[in-house]
């Protein structure tokens, strides 16, 4: 079956460093990717969308990369700051188009 | 309206009470989906409408759950007979095509006693 797996454990990183997070996928090769935030008692907000023809994807401070080879996806904060600290959800959407999200990874930006 | 707007906020209900929840989705969305989300899980996809046609209800974990979209905007989402299991957020999304960013409402907060 299909499976999405993101770091289950909060990521915990300074402000002005860069925060990576993963998003593995099996059984499945989807033609997007898209990756949304969601802060506490709110629905996602979308934040990109990368598509299975293109490498890397940047919007101001935000960087992703889709490696269909090792079905993984990227998603890089620079400049991290204690606002950027909520949930971060990565949504593999193959043929049906429909968004399958993963549990996301927990970021908190220190001061 | 501006966003996608879900009601009611939040809902307690009897165990064995019948709830439903509404999602008024971006003007002009074809597109419309419902998920499930858990404490500390993501969301989990429920069903799929394009306009007025369900296209995949395959996520309704049983036919206690039924979903409307009947004149290809408005949406309900209908609970039968709850149960503790159910209790969980209720996000619904809309979007201009299957393919695109998806905007979510705030959801609605079910809880079942």
């Known amino acids: 079956s299909q499976k999405i797996e993101q770091n289950s454990e909060a990521l915990n990183i300074q402000e002005g460093k860069t925060a990576t997070l993963t998003c593995n996928y099996t059984?499945?090769?989807?033609?997007?990717l898209q990756w949304y935030r969601q802060d506490p008692g709110r629905g996602p907000v979308f934040l990109l969308l990368?598509?299975?023809?293109?490498k890397e994807k940047r919007k101001e401070r935000l960087k992703v990369t889709f490696d269909t080879t090792l079905k993984q996806s990227l998603f890089h904060i620079t400049a991290s700051q204690p606002a950027d600290s909520a949930t971060y959800l990565c949504?593999?959407?193959?043929?049906?188009?429909?968004?399958?999200f993963g549990r996301g990874t927990s970021l908190i930006v220190h001061p | 309206g501006a966003g996608v707007s879900q009601s009611p906020r939040y809902k307690v209900a009897k165990r064995g009470q019948d709830v439903a929840l509404r999602c008024d989705p971006i003007?002009?969305?074809?597109?419309l989906f419902w998920y499930q989300q858990a404490l500390g899980q993501g969301p989990e996809f429920l069903t799929y409408?394009?306009?007025?046609?369900?296209?995949?209800k395959s996520g309704l974990p049983s036919d206690r759950f039924f979903a409307e979209r009947p004149e290809g905007s408005v949406s309900t989402l209908k609970i039968q007979r709850t149960q503790q299991e159910d209790s969980a957020v209720y996000l619904c999304?809309?979007?201009?095509?299957?393919?695109?960013?998806?905007?979510f409402g705030q959801g609605t907060r079910l809880t079942v006693v």
């Open positions: 409408f394009q306009n007025e046609a369900q296209l995949d």
């Open positions: 999304a809309s979007s201009t095509r299957g393919n695109t960013e998806a905007f």
């Open positions: 949504a593999p959407s193959g043929g049906s188009y429909i968004p399958t």
């Open positions: 059984n499945y090769s989807p033609a997007y």
């Open positions: 003007s002009g969305h074809v597109s």
């Open positions: 990368i598509r299975e023809n293109e």
